[in-house]
């Protein structure tokens, strides 16, 4: 989405709110001066597909027609000449930059000045290092590469010198500001090397003409690289320009945790054999992707048997190439034939990112597709817009590709602006021996979910896998999530999704994640990969489990298995997923009548889960055992005294206590036996969370003393004392909704009155000035008014990701009477001073 500021001047916010929420990009654009604060302040209301903000900033020149005088220190003041202009960055862009929402994780910042049009700026960089210094702890990647100054000390004047003096010393110190939080970084300052954090993860260098810097300041901005650098893009810097003889010191200052080196827009097959065969020979030990794309034109020199020999120098440790732009594919068949046998057998991924076909055509690219080698079984057309061509065309130069070819890579090909017919006749041709095929950074959350449902249906019954990661989907509400679900093929068994981006509640349904959801099992810290067939995941796997551990399977056996299905878990994780599943399931609906050989099993089950726990395990699973069949004393004592010393919590979810009188009767007995050791007890899944304050009280009084905490739903645990208190509401409450109908309306309506119109003077007035989420909940309400959020469920997944401190305050009990209220358990505030003496007594 692209924002002209300038447009906006005389509206108000809401105006501004209602364009955000039309978006469909994850990307927005604002541009112009940023000089009217209602735009900066509308940006803590972005929608939550939007997870790159850029700022084209468009700068506001002053021409210094007449001499003045100019304060660059304390005790320097000059005289600024006339005939020039001079440049600031508006102070809104700090406050743009800090009110950006958690969802957004990428800031680019635009900045083009031209000296010849405004000759001689003083450009003050202040606002911009506030602005650097502004980012918030969930940006990870920050953009600075278009951000050019081409100021140059071109006189000798005392002025010119103490104003490119000042200007390098905030550039520096704008450098330094960057956080530590910020892992991934693009510049087009070289020298910037000097003063950034050595926690990169990803760093871009690109149009700097880095290699033309002498020898000296090269081999010294290279030993500031951060030492545990995994990407490093060095794209469009000249390469070809750096002397041979240099090679060797300079890129064994590359750190060895390299793993993707960008060399591509250098221009290498314009030096000479030698020095590409010396560059290659010195390139990190552990490089695995190697992008040499764009490198032509070839030297007269440069013939194929020189082409060749320099191939073969590509390290062993390389896995990935991209050999695009580079006019490869419109060699003769025989010529490339020789090029594919000359590559590393270790080579098992090639690129092709070529945004056009150059002088071949669509016939002759499916026939020199055919001839890829047998060991390269990934296929990546990454950011090659299909060469141009209409998806179908692009298609059926697929037909031939070789049987080896088992992964496809369509990722950065903009297929998020084409039509539902384009997708289709491009997925519907895909070889049937493709079993899987990556879609990533495609913006797909363009589509309405019906119409990428149909897209997908398109693709062929033979495909396994597909990887629609980094497509915006994290930004969905759990209904949009579960509808994006229902949109995959029945066929496709795996779906990659964002890493650390996704888990799975107690129930097993795969969510986003939520800030404050209980960590669970099935939390994984890898890609997450998504099987269909698992409706109920957590359930079912448990139900296997029982299966596996019947026909003996070693733990070697079942982490290969859980491999499978969580992208190669930890050792660690892996245990927890083994240590905490259960053998055998008993159904929380008990009998009519509860026998001996019932309550056997309910102990065999149990039993058999405590056996199971390994050594550094501190949480026993007993959910779905079927305790609401245990009525005898010894047996629960029996079962208790089972339990190791170092468990610490104990889960009793999905028991049944509330199936009837009689189960819950058995509750107060199997809660007052628990071990001293247990600090915290689960109980979720029975419903216990609807239960009154007064009712919550009765049942936490059969707790012995030493349970600190407790679980009534997939939120993190809570005091005793808290969890009554969150129940305990004022009657306005009631009154607030009684006319409203609609749940989110009331909802609104509860939100509203928590920020007091967000009114500061209204908040005093009734002795809440110090509310810590009004802001937090203002943007929640402009949402609501601005057509953003149009359900409760999304409004309650916005909700759970606030970072609540105090659980007993105004906010939780609000968000507790949203949750958890019913026509029963409702009581008013005035009328529960027995609960309140309750609540102390726990």
Known sequence: MYIKLSEYEAQPESELLKQYAQTTSSELTLSGNFRNPTVTASLSSLPRAISQVVFDYEGSYEAILSAQLLSLDYDIQLELPT??????????????????????????????????????????????????????????????SNFYLDFRLENEDEFYKQLYKTYLEQKEQLFASIPETVRSLSLSWPSALHFLHKKLDALTLTHTNLFNLPAEDLLELFDGLAPNLKHFNLSDNQLNRLPQALIPALFVKLPSTLETLDLSRNGLWQTSPNFIITLFRHLPPNLEILNLGFNGPYAAHFNLNALLACLKEIPASVKELDLGGNGLLALNPDN?????????????????????????????????????????????????????????????????????????????????????????????????????????????????????????????????????ADNGFDSLYTEQFEQLSASLPESVKRVSLDTKKFGFRSDGTLVPYSR???????????????????????????????????????????????????????VSEFGRLINQL??????????????????????????????????????????????????????????????????????????????????????????????????????????????????????????????????????????????????IWPARYQKLIARCDDDLIKAYCILKDYTKDNSGFKRFLHGHFNRHY??????????????????????????????????????????AFLSYRTDENFAFEEDNEKCRLGVCAI
């Open 336 to 468: 490339l034939k020789l090029v594919f046998s000359a590559l590393p057998k270790t080579v098992t991924r090639l690129t092709f990112s070529d945004k056009t076909l150059t002088g071949m055509s669509a016939v002759q690219l499916k026939e020199q597709l055919s001839l890829l080698p047998p060991q390269v079984d990934s296929l990546s057309f990454k950011g090659s817009r299909l060469f141009g061509l209409p998806p179908a065309v692009f298609a059926s130069c697929l037909s031939n590709l070789p049987t080896t070819i088992t992964t496809l890579d369509l990722s950065e090909t903009e297929l998020g602006g084409r039509s539902v017919d384009e997708l289709k006749a491009l997925f519907a041709n895909i070889p049937a021996h493709v079993q899987k095929i990556k879609l990533n950074h495609n913006q797909l959350i363009k589509l309405e979910l019906a119409q990428l449902r149909s897209a997908l249906s398109a693709l062929p019954q033979t495909l396994q896998a597909i990887d629609i």
């Open 582 to 727: 259960s053998v055998k399931l008993i159904s929380s609906t008990p009998p009519d009548e509860i026998t001996e050989f019932d309550e056997e099993a309910v102990m065999e089950a149990a039993l058999q889960r405590i056996e199971l726990l390994a050594e550094d395990t501190f949480h026993l699973d007993l959910g779905h055992c079927g305790l609401n069949r245990l009525e005898n004393e010894v047996k629960i004592r029996a079962l208790f005294k089972a339990i190791p010393a170092k468990v610490t919590s104990i889960s009793l979810r999905h028991n049944g206590f509330q199936f009837s009188q009689e189960t819950m009767a058995r509750l107060p007995e199997l809660l007052s036996r628990l071990p001293k050791n247990i600090h915290l007890v689960d109980l979720s899944g029975h419903g216990f969370e609807s239960l009154s304050a007064q009712a919550l009280t009765t049942l936490f009084s059969h707790l012995p003393s030493w349970v600190e905490k407790i679980s009534l739903t997939d939120e993190k645990p809570l005091s005793l004392k808290e969890q009554v208190a969150r129940r």
């Open 83 to 144: 005939g020039f202009y001079s440049a600031d960055i508006n102070e809104n862009l700090v406050y743009g930059v800090a009110n950006l929402p958690e969802t957004v994780k990428s800031v680019v910042i635009k900045f083009n000045h031209n000296n010849s049009t405004f000759p001689l700026q003083r450009f003050n960089l202040e606002n911009l290092i506030k602005a650097i210094q502004a980012l918030q702890p969930h940006i990870e990647h920050l953009d600075l």
């Open 774 to 815: 009004c802001p937090d909940i203002t943007t929640l309400v402009k949402k609501i008014e601005s057509g953003m959020i149009t359900t409760l469920s999304q409004l309650t997944f916005e909700l759970e990701q606030l970072p609540l401190q105090n659980v007993a305050g105004s906010l939780s009990r609000r968000l």
């Open 516 to 570: 404050n959801r209980l960590p669970t099992l099935f939390k994984p810290a890898t890609e997450v990969i998504h099987q269909k067939e698992f409706a109920r995941l957590r359930v079912v796997l448990m139900q296997w489990l029982e299966l596996a551990l019947a026909n003996n399977l070693n733990n070697d056996v079942l982490f290969i298995l859980f491999g499978y299905l969580f992208n190669n878990p930890s």
